[in-house]
């Protein structure tokens, strides 16, 4: 049953692909990124679950905190044209 729920993530995971690579915009090629990156965490935990190694949900965990952190940088990016530039609240 669980190995249904790997096929299944990697099935969505392509359509997932597909949108990053012909997303009509920025930012929907932005969020299928991220909505592949979270896949690839499930995914890792359900690869953990299948070879029933617990340890392995650390690595899974990671990986999301990265991406969340890389997603906001990149958002921050686009926005203000640079990592380093303060809000504009502070700018004053």
């Known amino acids: 049953m669980i190995e249904i729920v790997a096929l299944v993530l990697l099935l969505s995971m392509g359509i997932i ?9 920025l930012f929907d090629r932005i969020l299928a990124v991220n909505v592949f990156s979270t896949k690839t965490a499930l995914l890792i935990a359900v690869y953990a679950w299948i070879i029933d190694r617990p340890d392995i949900l650390d690595i899974a965990i990671v990986y999301a905190l990265i991406n969340f952190i890389a997603v906001i940088a990149f ?11 303060s809000s504009p609240e502070h700018q004053r």
């Open 17 to 25: 692909l597909i949108r990053a690579l012909l997303g009509p915009s």
């Open 75 to 85: 958002l921050k990016l686009i926005v203000r044209g640079d990592l380093a530039a």
